[in-house]
């Protein structure tokens, strides 16, 4: 008994360490257990929420290609034909043709001054034809992007909320089949309400741009291009900045709100579709919008000319004669307005980098007016 107390007298410090040190140590594998758990559990949470994300962007993704389809196999097209039956009709240069061959055949039935005036009105109305077919062309094909990256953007709000995401960008209605067709029909307005202004518009900007322009002046691809750019300049330039949306879109979609995609100012009454309309308004008055019209207009130019140089082979120094250049510039016309599919003045417009930059940055967030 005595050698244990003797054991215990001589060997209590090292003892006590060894406890210590045995239970700090047992401490230690518990808290780094605890932990690891809590790690594990962690790390469980985060796959799950990956999980989500990646069914999400599935979701968003193909969201995006239904509307995408339904945009270029339906809308677009039905707006291009639509379009191109109301440019014949407003813009029918046929009798104006018609009587200045009459008149040829038979020379007393036009006098000078007539056939003067009738010249000169196919002059103004053939460039007319042409420099609206132009931007309306870019427009409407423009316009139906547009709306594909707002409906599809909604569309990834909706598809985040119903999964309980907390990764939604902002909070924003869910778009109803009813209200998302509705807003892509509103890609015939152009053709139905906004055609009359936009001719007269244009008519007046043509006539601007070729007032000290004679019949039998010569003409080559760069005085062409020039022209045609001056006309359109001429028209962009008309009224109040981005004056030219009121041919694209009603005025009645409370458009007066200073809201641009940001829904807390949105008033209470506002339903889906003027919220949608909203949207499209802001992004065609915002300063980035108008700077793909102008890019927009340039390439489409540059390639109507060149699809046109054919004409001036031979010439293309000197010219033809304004006269023989009309023809040619009411050809184009058609091919202009083209269905989608076969439109190559439409592709060019998709291929332009800047197009595509400005529509990824707007699917991901709405420009400010």
Request: aromatic share 8%.
């Amino acid at each position: 008994m005595l050698s244990v107390r003797d054991l215990w007298r001589r060997h209590r410090r090292k003892i006590f360490l060894s406890v210590g040190v045995f239970g700090g140590g047992y401490f230690l594998y518990k808290l780094y257990g605890s932990h690891r758990q809590r790690l594990q559990a962690l790390e469980r949470e985060l796959e799950v929420q990956r999980e989500s994300e990646e069914f999400i962007k599935a979701q968003m993704q193909a969201h995006f290609e239904n509307i995408q389809r339904i945009s270029d196999t339906i809308t677009l097209p039905h707006a291009m034909h639509n379009l191109s039956c109301r440019i014949a009709e407003e813009l029918d240069l046929s009798h104006l043709l018609e009587r200045l061959i009459q008149g040829k055949g038979q020379p007393n039935t036009l006098t000078q001054s007539e056939k003067l005036e009738l010249w000169g009105r196919l002059k103004i109305l053939s460039f007319t034809r042409m420099a609206l077919s132009i931007w309306a062309t870019i427009m409407l094909s423009l316009y139906t992007k547009v709306q594909v990256n707002i409906l599809g953007r909604h569309l990834y709000i909706d598809t985040a909320r119903s999964l309980g995401s907390s990764n939604s960008m902002e909070s924003g209605d869910v778009v109803d089949r009813e209200d998302q067709q509705k807003f892509l029909g509103t890609v015939d307005f152009l053709s139905q309400h906004g055609i009359p202004a936009l001719i007269s518009d244009m008519e007046t900007a043509t006539k601007e741009v070729l007032k000290g322009k004679q019949l039998s002046g010569l003409f080559n691809n760069t005085t062409l291009h020039e022209t045609i750019m001056q006309i359109l300049n001429t028209f962009m330039s008309m009224g109040s900045p981005h004056s030219w949306v009121k041919y694209m879109m009603p005025e009645n979609d409370k458009s007066h709100s200073t809201t641009s995609g940001s829904e807390d100012t949105v008033p209470s009454d506002t339903t889906e579709f003027e919220q949608l309309m909203m949207e499209a308004r802001a992004v065609l008055s915002s300063a980035e919008f108008g700077g793909i019209v102008e890019i927009s207009l340039k390439a489409v130019v540059d390639t109507l000319v060149d699809l046109m140089g054919a004409k001036f082979r031979g010439s293309a120094t000197t010219g033809l004669p304004l006269a023989r250049v009309l023809p040619q510039v009411a050809q184009m016309c058609p091919l202009l307005l083209e269905e989608p599919s076969k439109n190559q003045f439409i592709q060019v417009i998709k291929n332009l980098q800047e197009v595509e930059l400005f529509f990824t940055l707007l699917y991901a967030n709405m420009p400010s007016a």
